[in-house]
């Protein structure tokens, strides 16, 4: 089994004794299903799965009365292999974005102390069959992704005392020894080729075959294709489909601006704005805002039509390319190669989400060369970090460091790690630190 760093926080919510609902959201096939019922079966007694895509008659459970009382003699009467043993089951209401109804009973769940309750779904964050009564107050919430970076690695059989190693280089600003920094870029090449998807590295890590996991991704950016078709309201889903494979085109252009232009020629927000609001409420995307100005918080500064917009994942994103795209990230000249495409800006994205970054922002000035890929609000203030495909000046990041306001910054590269003034320098897979 893959292991996922979220398993702990699924830990901490059991052993909270005042723990509400949990809801595990995220995009589909991000390995949902599989660790839930994996920790239910780990940790409890019994652990009872209602998965309302595959069984939809279970949906009559949730019919009428939703009091835990009825609730818990219907499951009996249609889950027939349950257990409902108190204080030792999980009740897991998989797929709940199929049921309105379950996503109400989350309220008398809640009221019911005797049984934990998890929930996940692929589509919550859309206007999917609202349901008539939100259990607000009712329910803790955890963002599911694909694999991260820090996840991978130790899917790659890297040691914890490797990534220690790492760490504490990070911390005391020293450069990592050349042997772990090599291997470190050779590995993170490959991430940026896999990904996350779990489907997708277990092809991998089981047979060794490139051209299978990239075959397993394609088939994934089909499913998502047919999940748009099936969730989306009649007038977006034409138009989310094109949104959401626009995303090469859009990021290797000089500027990565989201333009509607790039969706369809005289495209608008009018047309296309919510349903590139669909792909985000889906987790498909995640939209990153340009700054205004830098005083926190930051939402307050940002530039609500100028925007960049990144694939849940980089190994779909760079699956969406021809495959011969991938045998050049192998090339040595890879880095050079691909310093104009940004792909690194793009896998640098997916590091910083996966590590729970959900407000990212970036600056560009479009009358100049100035441009700071990624700005983070932390409790040190506002964090600047610039991406470098190989090891060339930065101008802007320098720039910016002579802002009282700003305290240090990042310049991410293909090289190890320095310091000068403000200027923090790191490899680019140092990023999983931030």
């Given amino acids: 089994?893959?292991?996922?760093?979220?398993?702990?926080?699924?830990?901490?919510?059991?052993?909270?004794?005042?723990?509400?609902?949990?809801?595990?959201?995220?995009?589909?096939?991000?390995?949902?299903?599989?660790?839930?019922?994996?920790?239910?079966?780990?940790?409890?007694?019994?652990?009872?799965?209602?998965?309302?895509?595959?069984?939809?008659?279970?949906?009559?459970?949730?019919?009428?009365?939703?009091?835990?009382?009825?609730?818990?003699?219907?499951?009996?009467?249609?889950?027939?292999?349950?257990?409902?043993?108190?204080?030792?089951?999980?009740?897991?209401?998989?797929?709940?974005?199929?049921?309105?109804?379950?996503?109400?009973?989350?309220?008398?769940?809640?009221?019911?102390?005797?049984?934990?309750?998890?929930?996940?779904?692929?589509?919550?964050?859309?206007?999917?069959?609202?349901?008539?009564?939100?259990?607000?107050?009712?329910?803790e919430y955890i963002d599911m992704h694909p694999l991260s970076f820090y996840e991978f690695l130790i899917a790659s059989n890297v040691s914890d005392e490797v990534i220690e190693k790492m760490r504490e280089c990070f911390e005391k600003i020293e450069p990592v020894p050349p042997a772990i920094n090599d291997k470190m870029m050779e590995l993170l090449r490959l991430y940026i080729v896999l990904g996350g998807m779990p489907e997708v590295l277990n092809i991998f890590f089981e047979e060794n075959d490139l051209q299978k996991a990239d075959k397993k991704q394609r088939d994934i950016l089909n499913d998502y294709k047919y999940d748009i078709a099936h969730y989306a309201n009649a007038d977006i889903k034409n138009k989310a489909e094109k949104c959401y494979f626009s995303l090469p085109e859009q990021l290797t252009k000089d500027n990565h601006k989201f333009k509607y232009s790039v969706?369809?020629?005289?495209?608008?927000?009018?047309?296309?704005?919510?349903?590139?609001?669909?792909?985000?409420?889906?987790?498909?995307?995640?939209?990153?805002?340009?700054?205004?100005?830098?005083?926190?918080?930051?939402?307050?500064?940002?530039?609500?039509?100028?925007?960049?917009v990144y694939a849940s994942d980089i190994g779909l994103y760079v699956s969406m390319f021809d495959y011969s795209i991938k045998e050049r990230l192998f090339h040595p000249d890879a880095y050079s190669d691909f310093s104009k495409g940004n792909m690194y800006e793009a896998l640098i994205a997916d590091i910083l989400i996966k590590n729970g970054h959900n407000e990212l922002y970036f600056r560009k000035d479009e009358a100049s060369t100035f441009e700071i890929e990624f700005f983070l609000e932390t409790v040190d203030g506002v964090i600047p970090i610039e991406v470098k495909s190989g090891r060339s000046r930065s101008k802007s990041l320098d720039n910016v460091l002579k802002r009282d306001e700003i305290p240090y910054g990042y310049k991410l590269i293909n090289g190890n790690v320095g310091k000068s003034d403000k200027k923090i320098t790191l490899p680019l897979y140092m990023a999983m630190f931030l």
């Fill in 1 to 139: 089994m893959l292991k996922r760093s979220i398993e702990l926080k699924l830990k901490e919510w059991k052993e909270n004794k005042s723990k509400k609902c949990l809801l595990v959201r995220g995009a589909r096939q991000v390995g949902k299903t599989y660790l839930i019922e994996y920790f239910g079966k780990k940790e409890y007694k019994s652990c009872i799965t209602i998965n309302f895509l595959k069984n939809p008659s279970y949906k009559k459970i949730f019919e009428g009365d939703l009091d835990a009382k009825t609730l818990l003699l219907n499951i009996s009467l249609y889950v027939t292999d349950s257990k409902l043993i108190p204080d030792e089951t999980l009740i897991f209401l998989d797929e709940i974005q199929e049921c309105p109804e379950a996503i109400t009973s989350l309220k008398f769940w809640n009221e019911e102390k005797r049984y934990d309750v998890i929930a996940s779904g692929s589509m919550l964050g859309i206007d999917y069959k609202r349901p008539s009564s939100y259990p607000v107050g009712s329910v």
């Fill in 263 to 308: 969706v369809e020629k005289g495209g608008t927000t009018r047309k296309f704005g919510s349903s590139l609001d669909w792909l985000v409420g889906a987790y498909l995307v995640k939209q990153v805002y340009n700054l205004k100005g830098y005083n926190l918080p930051l939402k307050e500064s940002r530039d609500e039509g100028n925007f960049r």
